[in-house]
C-alpha cells in the first residue's frame, strides 16, 4: 500500500483565517481524494483532485471555500479558507491503490481546530 | 443517493466475546464494500473488503460477507480483544458518475474490556 503524509498533524486558527494543508504520497496516483470528519460524526468526501485537471467538488463544497492543488502525481494540498468554529474538523487526504481496484487508503489526517 | 445505515452504538464487550457490526446499503448498480477501522489517535485504516455478491473479507480474524439480496455487509469476529477497541466504519464506492466516492456509514464505537 502506499504512504501518505499530511501537514500540519493539527493546527489552532483565528476566525477568518485560511490554512492550507498539504498531502504526500510515496508512490504516484493518479486519483486523490479530500474528506472532513467533524466532531464525532462520519467521514464525507470534499473533493476529487486528478492531477492534470480541476478539482471535482461534491454537493455542499465549492472551491472559493476548499481550493485544491495537485500539481503532480504524488502531492496534493487542501485550503480552508475564511474559516469559522464550524470548519473545525479533522481533514483526511486518501489516494487510490492498486489500478482501478476501488481501494483507498488514508493519511493520518490534520485536525483543525478554529477559535 | 447512495447511503450506508450501521448499527446503534456505542458497543460495549468483554474480552472474547462474539461481536456483530451490522450494516445495510442502498446504491445504484453493484457497489464495493468495505470496512474501515480508526484506533484511538490514529488514521484511518482499509480492514476489509468485497467486491461482489458472495465475496467474503476478512482479515486480523473479522469476517464480512457481500449479501446482495439483504444488501448487507455485517462485520464479525469470534473472539475480540482489548486492542479491537476502536470505530468501525462501513462504507461502499457505487458505480458510475459515482466512481471513487466513498460513502461512509456513521461509525460504530467498540469498547472491549478485560
Known amino acids: 500500500s502506499a504512504v501518505i503524509s499530511q501537514k500540519p498533524s493539527r493546527d489552532i486558527c483565528q476566525r477568518g483565517t485560511s490554512l492550507t494543508i498539504q498531502c504526500q504520497v510515496d508512490?504516484?496516483?493518479?486519483?486523490m481524494f479530500w474528506y472532513r470528519q467533524q466532531p464525532g460524526q462520519s467521514l464525507t468526501l470534499i473533493a476529487t483532485a486528478n492531477q492534470g485537471s480541476e478539482a471535482t467538488y461534491e454537493s455542499g463544497f465549492v472551491i472559493d471555500k476548499f481550493p485544491i492543488s495537485r500539481p503532480n502525481l504524488t502531492f496534493s494540498t487542501l485550503t480552508v479558507s475564511n474559516m469559522s468554529p464550524e470548519d473545525s474538523s479533522i481533514y483526511l487526504c486518501?489516494?487510490?491503490w492498486g489500478g482501478g481496484s476501488d481501494t483507498q487508503y488514508f493519511g493520518p489526517g490534520t485536525r483543525l481546530t478554529v477559535l | 443517493g447512495d447511503s450506508v445505515t450501521q448499527m446503534e452504538g456505542p458497543v460495549t464487550l468483554s474480552e472474547e466475546a462474539f461481536l456483530t457490526i451490522n450494516c445495510t446499503y442502498t446504491a445504484t448498480g453493484y457497489p464495493s464494500l468495505f470496512w474501515y477501522v480508526q484506533y484511538p489517535g490514529e488514521g484511518l485504516q482499509l480492514l476489509l473488503k468485497a467486491t461482489k455478491a458472495d465475496d467474503k473479507g476478512s482479515n486480523k480474524g473479522f469476517e464480512a460477507t457481500y449479501r446482495k439480496e439483504t444488501t448487507s455487509f455485517h462485520l464479525e469476529k469470534g473472539s475480540v480483544q482489548v486492542s479491537d477497541s476502536a470505530v468501525y466504519f462501513c462504507a461502499l464506492i457505487a458505480g458510475g458518475t459515482s466512481y471513487g466516492k466513498l460513502t461512509f456509514g456513521q461509525g460504530t464505537i467498540l469498547t472491549v474490556h478485560p
Open positions: 508512490s504516484q496516483v493518479t486519483m
Open positions: 486518501s489516494v487510490e
